[in-house]
């Protein structure tokens, strides 16, 4: 079946430490995103890539990276520099970024700082 | 600045009943408005996209409508069940060719929906 796979589904991460989460798709879609949900609020866009080999920043990229060197794969890299980076993150792909294309969206991996 | 506000915030209703759900929004120049569902701890799942020419559209026991010139939309779960109990989020696009950048979408805080027994 298609689809979109995170992992983990939760992660623990200690102070000062860099974690990457897993994304990948098998769904053929070009477009790639990343989003944090924080409790009573709404998507917020982190990164995102339209095609292999290339990312744009979302509107709250401080403190995390990407990379997209295969289609199917766009992990996200939550840095030692994101000061507050407890929370639940959704991957994403579409066909393209093109204005009639629909997310789908993956399982969510919740990062909680101990 | 583009916003996306629904409410109720959350709704509880016995299991068989209808419920309405509400958005509004600012975001211009519009492209198309999206209802998804997301159950507890899990991704959203699509339920409907409309385009600007769409007034209504259904999937199942889910009807969105969309009124353009208001900037508003509903989206109606008709015979609510058990699995109905979920956050639904309303999400809109503006015209990414009109300019601006990043993916165009602006989220809702979402409606958390209870259906009880």
């Known amino acids: 079946d298609g689809g979109i796979t995170q992992s983990p589904k939760y992660l623990f991460r200690k102070e000062g430490q860099n974690v990457t989460l897993s994304c990948e798709q098998n769904?053929?879609?070009?477009?790639m995103y990343w989003y944090r949900q924080d409790p009573g609020q709404g998507l917020r866009l982190i990164y995102y890539?339209?095609?292999?080999?290339?990312?744009q920043k979302g509107d709250i990229a401080e403190g995390y990276s990407v990379s997209r060197e295969k289609k199917e794969s766009f992990p996200l890299t939550v840095t030692s520099a994101q000061k507050n980076p407890t929370a639940f993150y959704l991957c994403?792909?579409?066909?393209?970024?093109?204005?009639?294309?629909?997310?789908?969206f993956g399982s969510g991996t919740r990062l909680t700082v101990v | 600045k583009n916003q996306v506000e629904q409410s109720p915030q959350s709704l509880i209703i016995l299991e068989g009943k209808n419920c309405t759900l509400q958005?509004?929004?600012?975001?211009?120049?519009?492209?198309?408005l999206r209802w998804y569902k997301q159950d507890t701890g899990r991704g959203p799942v699509s339920l409907t996209i409309?385009?600007?020419?769409?007034n209504t559209k259904s999937n199942g026991r889910y009807t969105a409508t969309l009124d353009a010139d208001t900037k508003q939309s509903s989206l109606h779960i008709t015979a609510s069940q058990l699995s109905d109990s979920a956050s639904y989020i309303c999400?809109?696009?503006?015209?990414?060719?009109?300019?601006?950048?990043?993916?165009?979408?602006?989220f809702g805080k979402g409606t958390h929906l209870i259906i009880q027994p």
């Open positions: 958005c509004n929004y600012t975001v211009s120049p519009f492209s198309n």
């Open positions: 409309m385009t600007f020419s769409e």
């Open positions: 890539s339209q095609i292999v080999n290339d990312f």
């Open positions: 769904l053929n879609h070009d477009a």
């Open positions: 994403a792909s579409s066909i393209s970024t093109g204005r009639g294309y629909g997310y789908t």
């Open positions: 999400v809109v696009r503006r015209d990414l060719y009109s300019g601006g950048g990043a993916d165009g979408l602006t």
